[in-house]
């Protein structure tokens, strides 16, 4: 494949494109696909070829576009977005092509959900379709890697990416330049480049939609990094709960070598670079670099201690980089456009973009792509279209399991690694979930900690042992049998854990039980005090929990 | 050129001490007779990092790390010994007593146990956590050794003797969090595993009453550690 030819394939596609005066996208990424939009596009296509209507009017499958809790959603040419699409509703959809919208299924599009985003992740996601490369192609796909393999030197394009300012979207926010460049100076027969597409945050999904939507994004990242570490081989450690996500993986590998993108001397450089899907097998502690590297391996995923750092003596003890999905995918437009353009983007410290998975208590859950330093306020009253039926804002949960619940003197905090941070929490991949006033946060507490206990490896005592006496703890408070004595003891495991566990799961896995002690320390002195919870959640059954 | 190796010195509890650049902080201090409490270290096996009561303090360092696994560096300064380190540790050892049922009066291993020294070592005298009391098995399908789940604190010794020194891999670890146990092949009884060359090797590196010989009652099972070193070295003047 030589740019000339890649170039070709982009014009014969913009050119088949222009062909269609009339557009329908439906969303097909896991979301919608699970409202049934299969069969509204199936219905759609049928309705279009009774109508004669097939060689002007396309109808596309394509990725996510944001807003699931209104799902399934349809775009057309004309710029009108339809929700809560049924098979039953093809013929007022293809009928609205050349007339008015359908009114009833508009869902309006001028409204802060999608005004305040800025996409750059996500700018393919809902346009073009995720199993066509040609449709990545035509929308300047791999133009980013071409022109670092035929323009740039490795230390050029690290030089770039340390100048947009990008940290890493797992969770930890190590500036991504240096890891690179960090990996291209260490020393070894062979280095290795991992995606890790390990998401295992309870409500998010930013990974498996960029995934699903866009996956020739994250190989052309993955393979823009191997050229400017020097590595010759790559992994994709995704979890085997989203076969979408890695069909699609596969799909996009599959074309990527076909047209010689992947494989050796890629586009007439000596540059090679081959990539190989892994599957998890399930476990959250996977998502920890040195135990996503050991089940690559085929070990057991434990974590190991650090230094030495994977950088260093990574996968089979080699120098290896590891990103995260959003990391990589935001790498083709910092190539295209430049470091300097990213970093005009965002906070002083936190550049760019973030994608966030909104769920909980919200008008519009979904997923949403925000500057860095947006207010948690305009993320959950703007964005988010503020708490459904006239109930309070109570708290917001960052960070999954790892992170920790910001309560209303948050609100007005910019969203970014630093202050975040500050307040007890972590930025995490970028699960958001919102609660109201009927939420415990004992409660959430215990629903974390119990996460955090079955997903314990087992190797360090603290984690393995320290998770397990926390839930106690925390679930006697629950029952209101719980003494100050037992508040003590966990104030205590607490700090133990975060202190001398092995790897980030038993150092943060304090964190969500920190952050209400400190910010709803009135909730935990009801249960034990007066034996009663103010949100009228804990105790009321016996049986079961709620989530 | 013959390769130089580089020496560091170091600053441990205040004392001035050196080291092999590979060497770890526990190596040197074992040298000089500093006592860093560990439980799943062992000269000989690999290191894994794992118990986390050889976590030590270094001067400009935020966090604590792990003496068995951290080698030492120029100028380093190392605290062994501290009140917040002694009540880590003290925590650590009271969250294993609680995990599963180390009763010593009738163990095998009372009076020769690892846990038991450290435990009186550090002074605990109660445990301020409630205990599990789980069930535990027991498994004597083998001819001349017992497993008893009940003493067992996980920290990969047998798991690590087997793979790395006997090279038969009989052990493992299954399950996850405090459902981890070590298992002999997979899951198997002991007696049937076909891969146990019954060399005992795991039995002796054993730091509790986990790993035992049949026969031995209350107190008589003492543990022979003196192989391990002693063949480390030889394979290393093999090679």
Redesign the interface.
Known sequence: MTPEELEQIAEDERAAQSQYKQRVNVCVAAGCLSCQSQSVKDALDQEVNRRGMKDHCQVKGVGCMGLCSEGPLVSTSAGVLYQKVGAADSGAIVDSLDGLPAARLVCPTDVPFFSRQKKIVLENSGIIDPERMEDYVAAEGYSALIKALTEMTPREVIDQVTKSGLRGRGGAGYPTGLKWSTVSKSVGTKKYVICNADEGDPGAFMDRSVLESDPHRVLEGMLIAAYAVGASEGYIYVRAEYPLAVKRLRIAIRQAERVGLLGTDICGTRFSFRVDVRLGAG?FVCGEETALIASVEGK?GTP??RPPYPAMEGLFGEPTLINNVETFANIAPIIRKGGEWYAEIGTEKSKGTKVFALAGRVKNTGLVEVPMGISLREMVFEIGGGIPEGRKFKAVQTGGPSGGCLPTDCLDMPVDYESLAKAGSIMGSGGMIVMDESSCMVDVAKYFMDFC?????????????????MH?ILTAIGNMSATQQDLK?LE??CD?LK????CGLGQSAPNPVVSTLRSFADEYRAHIEDHRCPAGVCGAQLVGETA | MRPVPAVKTLKIDGRDLSGRQEETILDVARQHGIFIPRLCEMDGLSDVGACRLCLVEIKGQNRLLPACVTTVEEGMEVTTDSPRLQGYRKMILELLFTERNHVCSVCVSNGHCELQMLAQRLGITHVHFPYRYPKEDVDASHDRFVIDHNRCILCTRCVRVCDEIEGAHTWDVMGRGIDAKVITDLNEPWGTSESCTSCGKCVHVCPTGALFEKGRSVAEMLKRRQFLPYLTLMRKENE
Request: net charge positive; with cysteine; glycine share 6%.
């Open positions: 476990a057991r190991r201690p206990m079955t997903e314990s490896c087992g190797k360090c005592i603290p984690c393995r042992v320290g998770t397990y006496q106690r003891m205590e495991l133990l202190h001398t566990s092995l």
